[in-house]
């Protein structure tokens, strides 16, 4: 029963989400209504807390067993708490304050200004570290090796070429044949891949609905 | 040959000094750079200006600050679009993530185009001009939900009004009242909106995107599934040139700040720097191999 139910469970709401796009009676869409506003959000709030437990479960156990870069952990349990009680309690900003006093003189810590002035700045920092990485790869790696290697090298060559002005300086069509090598030779590419990749989906989650495919399941 | 071996196996460190330096000089010492619209920005731009006066635009802000460099100039040229050629806005966040940088673009336009109103009917009002939705979960909700009720889906906007009662709900009630959705995404989210609003309502769909993954949403919008597409921050800044043009047309010659213009000469300086990379790095590559043989 423990495997068989979760099995049923899957095979009538995978049933039902495909039939409701088929059949438009009412009592149908109004069914399919209440699940997508009502079920599935609260399902989307259970998740939310057994995302926020398994997190801190993880970080507690290396604080507890002392492993590698435990400290790091005590940063992550803070933050999660930080962000979380002036989230819930405190200011969105000073036009829109909370229960919970976010601002002391003129430092201001409410969710906007903790937003903009670390979330923001910290993840613009670890994006754009990308183009020393990709500038020192392409200096090393990008060698015209094989004709295969060649061809790629001359189409990255053009695609950035157009994509700066000096490429319409060089040549004027250059940025039109640029857009010319998306358009058509890499549109027929991927468009062979992506009906590959739909058709595998669709495989994929009829295994899943008719219980052919377990691993969702756990337990390897 | 040891020049060139030397050249082959050149510390990083060197590679990374080159890359902040065309990276920062451009940012510090901008050169204009004049941008030229490709056909899916004209496109979009054109599709959002003849909207019919009924019709009004839904911008969903899918992405994180990691990628805001080149999606936050979009969705700031996109709400600048609508507020001037005055259509009702809709913004919702599919990922909470988008939530702050949502505020932060619809802060900055507001801002804008308040301090130019000469009335308080110019001016641009929450829940008149614009709803700010919030935020939803799981992404399925909104994207089915709102074609058939937006409100009931977003009973409450970010800042915890009422929705219902809103003028610019009353104008979007779903999305027949919509004139085209654009999401702006660091993920695939834009083929979400293909796969579930647009196959269910037939809602038109625009896409704002990195230019890495540019490559991948060619194919839709070849197939007319996106009526258009702004790729990275060179479709940012093509876009805010057609804006530009358009708003001085439209007697709003207000010569507003154009991030995505303005970094397109570092993006341009270190596009030059990754090809001279690439030059160096073959010829070094050639030059020891021959001699070797």
Known sequence: ?????????????????????????????????????????IIAAFSLVLGLGSILQHHFHKIQHKAQNWQYSWLTVVTIFVTGVIGVFGGMDPSHPGILPTQIGSFSFHMQTLYMNMLVPLGATMFSMLAFFMASAAYRA????????????????????????????????LPSFAEWILAVPNTAAKRGINFGIQLGMLATSLKILLGIERGWLGGG | MQFWKRLQSIDRRWIYLVVWLVVMIPLIFPFKIKSVATAPVESLFTYIDTMPENKGLIISVDYSPDTQAELQPMLVALLRHAFAIRRPVGILALYPQGLGLGEDAIRQVTAEFNAHAKSGADSVISGREYVFYGWTTPPITPMLGMGQHIAKVFPVDYYGQPTESMPAMRRMKNYDDVGILVSIAAASTPLSWINLAQTQFGIHLGCGITAVSAADYYPYVNSGQFTGMLAGMKGAA????????????????????????????????AHLAIIAFIIIGNIAFFVTRRRKS
């Open chain 1, 1 to 41: 029963m423990k495997k068989r139910l979760p099995l049923i469970l899957v095979l009538v709401t995978g049933i039902f989400g495909a039939v409701t796009y088929f059949i438009p009676h009412h009592s149908i869409q109004a069914a399919d209504e209440s699940m997508r506003n009502d079920v599935m959000r």
């Open chain 1, 142 to 173: 990008f060698r015209a090796r094989s004709f295969a290697a060649t061809l790629l090298l001359a189409a990255a060559f053009v695609l950035m070429l157009g994509a700066v002005p000096l490429g319409r300086m060089i040549f004027h069509p």
């Open chain 2, 238 to 269: 093509e876009y805010e040139e057609l804006l530009e043009q358009g708003m001085v047309k439209r007697g709003m010659d207000w010569k507003l700040r154009r991030k995505g213009t303005e970094a397109m000469s570092s993006q341009a300086a």
